[in-house]
């Protein structure tokens, strides 16, 4: 593959995630209806894939230092693919979960492994301009995604969506195929043992455990706003699946937009800068966002606005804290990958399932409310426990060294 195809093959890879959660979302209300189930079942089956994801990275990243790149990805791609045909299949809501469990422990294969073979490939600023074209691609994501699930909709049911998603899989399998090892055998760790070992060591880096932070803080807002926002924008505001297809993809869009920018200031602006300038807007963003919610004042206008300034400024962060954390990593990109994803999508996954619990316990309307209060309140929790030794917001503990 050149580079410009292995960019898109990556990119791909790297937006397993988005696809397989992002997709489907404007079907969240029509699988509740068709499983008779509540809204905080039907609203599992995200956190469900999530969790997979998470766990599935702690395996996946190992393995590929120790056996290489392709093998790994390839059945990872391979059972994605009949995870998802059992989804389009099934009639059982805890079957279902099930699957999609297995889906997302097989979607992490890409996640994880796409990261470590862009190390493989590039390091320094080169890194992070590789990592912000990737971020550029796996912007399109969130954009097309739900976009692609509300027009699926017009002519298909949510099992079409499913049906898409085990195509993918098998586009990717066989693209996988024709990938080149990029971890020569030379450089693989040696044993299961010193495989092992790495994860620990890795935990007692502070500055990569701070990007580590920085992940699990801004995926925990967003994937509250993943699990909340269909039934949000839907069941309180009444747009239909097609309306919130677009709004759910013009925030996408904001992200697409920004994410050129570590590309056009690598080597220019530190990569500090950027992402502490990032932060920033974030949090401006979640302050509006929370004052809104605590004052009544919430039209769907200023609710989209305010989304967008907490969400957008995601494909810088990720791009530039990435890039930060996998320098000088080497023979270990598989593991730091692996860590790094397992903080973002476990706590982000544990924490939706928190405003799982505050739909049970508070009813829906009130505790997607209160979620996504809490959405804008980790923003400000990042920000309080954050140290400003230069005058400047900081934005995690990496700088602690």
């Not at 580079?3 to 969240?28: E, H």
């Not at 590929?64 to 809501?93: E, H, Q, T, Y």
Request: aromatic share 10%; glycine share 10%.
């Amino acid at each position: 593959m050149n580079k410009k195809i292995m960019i898109v093959y990556l990119g791909i890879l790297a937006a397993m995630a988005p696809l397989a959660t992002d997709m489907y979302l404007p079907a969240l209300p029509e699988l509740q209806a068709e499983f008779g189930s509540t809204t905080s079942m039907t609203q599992l089956t995200l956190t469900m894939t999530m969790m997979g994801m998470a766990v599935g990275q702690i395996f996946a990243g190992p393995i590929s230092d120790l056996r290489g790149r392709k093998i790994p990805l390839l059945l990872g791609m391979l059972i994605f693919m009949a995870s998802s045909l059992v989804c389009v299949f099934i009639n059982n809501i805890y079957i279902f979960l099930a699957a999609r469990l297995i889906q997302g422990l097989a979607g992490a294969c890409g996640i994880v492994i796409a990261r470590a073979i862009a190390r493989d490939m590039c390091q320094g600023a080169e890194l992070t301009t590789f990592y912000a074209v990737l971020m550029m691609v796996n912007g399109l994501a969130p954009i097309l995604a739900p976009v692609i699930g509300g027009q699926i909709l017009l002519f298909s049911s949510w099992h079409g969506i499913f049906a898409t998603l085990a195509g993918i899989g098998m586009v990717m399998a066989a693209a996988t195929l024709v990938y080149r090892e990029t971890l020569p055998v030379d450089n693989r760790i040696k044993s299961v043992g010193a495989t092992l070992r790495v994860l620990p060591q890795l935990m007692k880096n502070r500055y990569f455990m701070g990007h580590c932070l920085v992940q699990s803080f801004i995926f925990m807002s967003f994937f509250s706003y993943i699990g909340s926002s269909s039934f949000i924008f839907q069941g309180i505001y009444g747009v239909s699946a097609q309306e919130y297809s677009l709004i759910f993809g013009g925030i996408g869009v904001g992200m697409l937009l920004l994410g050129p920018i570590p590309a056009k200031l690598a080597g220019k602006v530190s990569e500090a800068s950027m992402l502490c300038a990032a932060m920033t807007v974030q949090l401006a963003g979640s302050i509006c966002l929370l004052v809104a919610f605590l004052t009544g004042f919430s039209p769907l206008w200023l609710i989209i606005l305010f989304l967008c300034c907490c969400f957008m400024p995601i494909s810088v962060i990720g791009a530039v804290s990435f890039s930060l954390a996998l320098n000088g990593q080497g023979r270990n990109a598989g593991s730091a990958s692996a860590l790094l994803g397992f903080f973002s999508m476990f706590l982000g996954g544990d924490h939706d399932a928190g405003s799982r619990l505050l739909r049970h316990r508070y009813g829906d309307t009130y505790g997607g409310d209160y979620a996504d209060r809490l959405c804008a309140g980790d923003d400000l929790l990042l920000y309080y426990d954050s140290p400003c030794p230069s005058g400047c917001l900081r934005t995690c503990y990496a700088y602690y060294v």
